[in-house]
């Protein structure tokens, strides 16, 4: 089955960027929509942004629109996620998943079928 490993977490100030990467270890990984979630302690694991296999359709949450970028690179199996204008309450624990198939809009963590272990974000005020 699909393996994603993400990088790119750490400590970064207010107003500074991150970029992410979610790389697969599947050969066919454009065959999958991915999604971006985050997860901080005790609250439930929120929706970022999904992207169609090609990477010509992608979709954000409100929260995070206009400040994240998705996109991604299948010669290299690997989805980014470059975040922008970082907040402290962007702090938690970001993770990909993929799912077979079509782009949907995706936004709930069960429409999809394989997860990497997650990587910290934490933004300093």
């Known amino acids: 089955q699909v393996h994603l490993v993400e990088s790119g977490g750490g400590l970064v100030q207010a107003g500074g960027s991150l970029r992410l990467s979610c790389a697969a270890s599947?050969?066919?990984?454009?065959?999958?929509?991915v999604g971006w979630f985050r997860q901080a302690p005790g609250k439930e694991r929120e929706f970022l942004s999904v992207?169609?296999?090609?990477?010509?359709?992608?979709y954000y949450a409100d929260s995070v629109k206009g400040r994240f970028t998705i996109s991604r690179d299948n010669a290299k199996n690997t989805v980014y996620l470059q975040m922008n204008s970082l907040k402290p309450e962007d702090t938690a624990i970001y993770y990909c998943?993929?799912?077979?198939?079509?782009?949907?809009?995706?936004?709930?963590?069960?429409?999809?079928?394989?997860w990497g272990q997650g990587t910290q974000v934490t933004v300093s005020s």
């Open positions: 992207i169609s296999r090609s990477g010509g359709i992608t």
């Open positions: 599947e050969r066919t990984f454009s065959s999958y929509t």
């Open positions: 998943a993929a799912r077979p198939g079509a782009f949907i809009i995706a936004t709930t963590r069960y429409e999809y079928d394989y």
